[in-house]
């Protein structure tokens, strides 16, 4: 059963350092995504990404963040300057289409520690 | 603004039947989903609405009306593996996911 498969599982990094988190959709999906949990929080939407361009992005997503897909399978999201109050679990998704009648598969998350 | 409300716990027994409450008011609406969440995992689909009335998958079954901004997911014969966080999930006019915070569902033996 195909899968969206996310590297690492966790990541501790220091203060201030720059991270990239790593995903691989599932191969025929279009439309890519990243969302936030923070410990015993709601999951948050971060960005939406199609056709090689950011289709939606949340309030979160600031100039810290960036997304790219630097080659045909992996889509990445890249956090500068990492604060403390980044430290969340990141899920990337990713679905055929962004009507309603799609279901967006999760990946298993990366662990972002943030020390 | 928009707002998903849900209850923050529930306690079941093993064997029994729990309906887990959602209420939402969103800008539009193209769909509601509810996700399974086990503690530090990724959520996974368990069902989608988008017209009134109940669907149902196995022991899982989902309802919703529209005039009333409101849904439940209905878990029978219920498993120590059902203990998990339940998301109801809104698909807004602008097809962005409205996430609620979640209904932490504990089974008892």
């Known amino acids: 059963e195909p899968e969206v498969t996310q590297t690492p599982s966790h990541q501790v990094t220091q203060m201030g350092q720059e991270v990239i988190l790593r995903c691989v959709p599932i191969s025929n999906h279009l439309y890519f995504y990243w969302y936030r949990q923070i410990l015993g929080q709601k999951v948050e939407f971060l960005v939406s990404f199609y056709n090689n361009e950011i289709s939606e992005k949340s309030e979160i997503f600031d100039d810290q963040f960036s997304v790219e897909r630097p080659d045909g399978s992996n889509f990445t999201l890249k956090i500068r300057s990492t604060k403390l109050e980044d430290s969340a679990m990141y899920f990337c998704?990713?679905?055929?289409?962004?009507?309603?009648?799609?279901?967006?598969?999760f990946g298993q998350g990366t662990r972002l520690t943030v020390v | 603004g928009q707002n998903i409300d849900q209850p923050t716990e529930m306690t079941a027994t093993e064997g029994a039947i729990v309906q887990i409450n959602c209420t939402y008011q969103t800008s539009g609406f193209n769909g509601l989903f509810w996700y399974q969440q086990h503690a530090g995992e990724a959520p996974t689909f368990l069902s989608y609405?988008?017209l009134d009335g109940l669907e149902e998958k196995g022991r899982f079954s989902s309802f919703l009306s529209r005039s009333k901004g409101y849904s439940y997911l209905l878990l029978k014969e219920l498993q120590m593996k059902d203990s998990a966080s339940y998301l109801c999930?809104?698909?807004?006019?602008?097809?962005?996911?409205?996430w609620g915070a979640g209904t932490k569902l504990i089974i008892k033996p």
């Open positions: 609405n988008v």
């Open positions: 998704a990713s679905s055929e289409g962004s009507d309603s009648r799609t279901e967006a598969f």
């Open positions: 999930v809104v698909m807004d006019s602008n097809y962005q996911l409205i």
